[in-house]
């Protein structure tokens, strides 16, 4: 992929998941990586995969919802590597909870990570971004940004968030040379789906498996996502390849025509 190699990336929630595999595309496509995340054990081991690819990393124990921490992850990165040429907002939390009984507490707690987080970690960045004239922002959303959900109103809601700043910040600092995108997973085979699968179920009364199974047959291509199906197309928009693409939430969920 052409516009990859020594590129300096930041890359939030990848310790784990899809921020993982969007890490080592990365890594493997020649940019070095700071991997973001609340939890240090895991982003120091997804660092320490990067490094054996080959590529510089930096592990950096950050949670987006805290502006100390968003100021101290752009200060240790920018000391570390003296750029940041792209930001993955990837960490995210889902909680799984009949509408009714939704606190007020769990909503704020679901929009400051997913929400707050993205919007403010992209505001942290920007600045740096926009002295040098360029830069990539790819944010994952999530294909519940379009859809209607009993089970997690409030994630839904957060994500549809994360789409509608994406076309704002792309309006607002496309013409000084920063692309701005988003990527819509569908159901992927992480932890986080695990959880949604055992919650879900027991909340609308399926049995085990009958949540996700009633999902995987409404995708055209007939199987769970993969965190590298996602990884490879947040490469793609980090690339010179998609230099004229911006504001856009792109699917990336195998289908998911008749949900
Ligand atoms: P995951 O739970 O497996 O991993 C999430 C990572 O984010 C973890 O490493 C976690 O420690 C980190 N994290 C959580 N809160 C954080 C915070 N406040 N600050 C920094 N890091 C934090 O989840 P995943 O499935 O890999 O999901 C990654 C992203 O993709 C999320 O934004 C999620 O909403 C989105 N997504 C997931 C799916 C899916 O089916 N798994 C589908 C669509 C979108």
Sequence with gaps: MRGLRDKVAIITGGGQGIGRAIALRLAREGADIVIADVNTATASVVAGEVRAAGRRALAVQTDVAHANDRRALVDAALSTFERIDILVNNAGIIRVSDPLEITEEEWDLVQAT?????????????????????????????????????????????????????????????????????????????EMWAKIEREAGVLLGMEPGEFTQSRVNAIALGRLEQPEDVGDAVAFLCSEDARYITGQAINVEGGMIFH
């Excluded at 002295?131 to 409030?154: E, L, P, W």
């Excluded at 809601?157 to 910040?169: D, E, I, M, W, Y």
């Design 114 to 190: 997913n929400l707050k987080g993205t919007y403010f970690t992209c505001q942290a960045v920007l600045p740096h971004m926009l002295a040098r004239g360029q830069g990539r922002i790819v944010n994952i959303a999530s294909i519940a940004a379009k859809a209607g959900s009993t089970a997690f109103v409030h994630y839904n809601v957060s994500k549809a968030g994360v789409v509608a700043l994406t076309r704002n910040l792309a309006v607002a600092y496309g013409k000084r040379g920063v692309t701005v995108n988003c990527v819509c997973p569908g159901i992927v085979d992480t």
